[in-house]
């Protein structure tokens, strides 16, 4: 047993340090997300339950069939001596059919309806997709920044350690003070933490994509963070694919015909109706007179509910008015998406103007951090010029990165303020 127990502590961590990472591009996670993100499902589910509906609207379009029957022990005493008992049973079975052949219109306006209210369904299954397109595109990015800062973090670390050897070295050489050991060595003790805080970033930036795609899986990303190119984007081009391609806007579109569409059923209500009506019938008297015969009737039926109450009027100025406050909410939402649009296009500029600015800074801060370290190794710098050119570069390297970051989030923003995001790579 003992032995068993010793073999399974060694395994056991082995078998964990085994264990598969699975490495995505964000293609891969996009398309993980397709398949597994939970509001994505919903919103399939939510398309399940609008072809319920139209299969249940369209059912007042087709005939309806039941079948009956019965089992009954009758007694007559009415039939006096025409027959030798009047206690019998009666055996009864039959079919009815009825078949809308009229309805002024309700049947066929319920139905038109309902066919919009699929297509409703089907734009919101594209708008949680293209969220969950954006989500990912951000969550992904998130995590190539992290671990570019990271490496910022751990770059600085090295660089401190090396400071930290040289003071050393100069101490022994008796051209640098215990201060300037002690001034490094604290240096290289407050750079520390930033690692440890950007390694713990980075597992909470993938625990997020995780969420988002739905797995539970261990994963890590493949990509870089700088963008392939910049991209000049102008408000007009990208308003017009907005106001063809949202979701949000498509919605209420189709929303404004599905009310006009139920102004007609509503209007329908007291007005006249015809119907196809029949049934067949089977009878057998079992007694002392048995007895088979068949009945059956068909015939066209007409219902008019000339005076409802106002029940009628009541439900039409209710749907007129659904109708005009659906209308109001279709100019709304257009003028949202015209503001979102125009901060999309605001922030992409935004962005790509402070990569252009940071880009060349990051080159001159490190030329200037190689002087510094130079200068200070000959004597002719101090140790504060060496620090402020390190904070100098430090933050330029960060600014950089961060820009990277938000050009890429904010063109996926972008995107997803024109609409296509998921669907088109550029406008």
Do not use: C
């Not at 059919?97 to 297509?119: D, E, M, N, S, Y």
């Not at 007009?236 to 059923?265: C, T």
């Amino acid at each position: 047993m003992k032995k068993i127990l010793i073999v399974l502590i060694i395994i056991m961590p082995l078998v964990a340090f085994g264990q598969d990472v699975k490495i995505l591009t964000l293609k891969e996670a996009v398309d993980i997300a397709m398949e597994k993100n939970k509001s994505i499902e919903q919103a399939k589910e939510y398309m399940t339950y609008l072809e319920g509906v139209y299969i249940e609207e369209r059912s007042a379009a087709l005939p309806t069939a039941t079948l009956n029957g019965g089992v009954s022990r009758l007694k007559d005493s009415s039939t006096g001596s025409a027959v030798n008992s009047d206690i019998f049973n009666q055996y009864s079975g039959g079919v009815s059919v009825k078949q809308a052949i009229f309805t002024w219109g309700q049947v066929g306006a319920a139905i038109r309806a309902a066919k919009i209210g699929l297509r409703t369904g089907d734009e919101q299954l594209r708008l949680y997709k293209q969220a969950a397109v954006r989500d990912v595109t951000v969550a992904f990015t998130d995590i190539l920044l992290t671990r570019q800062l990271l490496y910022i973090a751990r770059e600085n670390v090295k660089q401190r350690e090396r400071h930290l050897t040289e003071a050393e070295k100069k101490y022994r050489l008796g051209t640098a003070t215990d201060y300037d050991v002690l001034s490094a060595r604290v240096a290289l003790k407050n750079a520390q933490p930033d690692v440890i805080t950007y390694s713990n970033n980075l597992n909470v930036a993938k625990d997020n994509l995780k969420y988002i795609l739905g797995i539970n899986y261990d994963i890590d990303v493949q990509g870089e963070l700088k963008p392939e190119g910049i991209t000049a984007v102008e408000y007009d081009i990208v308003l017009k694919s907005a106001l063809a391609n949202r979701p949000e806007v498509l919605d209420k579109r189709l929303m404004v015909d599905f009310n006009r569409e139920l102004v007609q059923v509503s209007r329908a209500g007291d007005k006249p109706r015809l119907d196809l009506e029949g049934s067949y019938n089977r009878i057998k008297l079992d007694g002392d007179d048995a007895k088979n015969f068949t009945t059956w009737d068909a015939g066209i039926k007409m219902s008019f509910p000339f005076f409802d109450g106002f029940e009628t009027r009541g439900k039409v100025i209710q749907a007129q008015s659904d109708l005009r406050k659906i209308k109001i909410q279709q100019l709304q939402a257009e003028d949202s998406v015209s503001l979102d649009v125009r901060q999309a296009v605001s922030r992409v500029k935004e962005s790509s103007e402070v990569i252009e600015a940071a880009g060349g800074t990051v080159d001159e801060a490190a030329k200037l951090l190689d002087m510094a370290e130079k200068g200070y190794r000959y004597g002719v710098k101090t140790k504060l010029d060496v620090d402020d050119a390190e904070y100098n570069l430090r933050s330029a390297q960060v600014r950089l990165a961060q820009a990277w970051r938000d050009y890429r989030v904010q063109y996926a923003n972008l995107l997803w303020s024109a609409g296509i995001i998921g669907e088109k790579d550029s406008l």
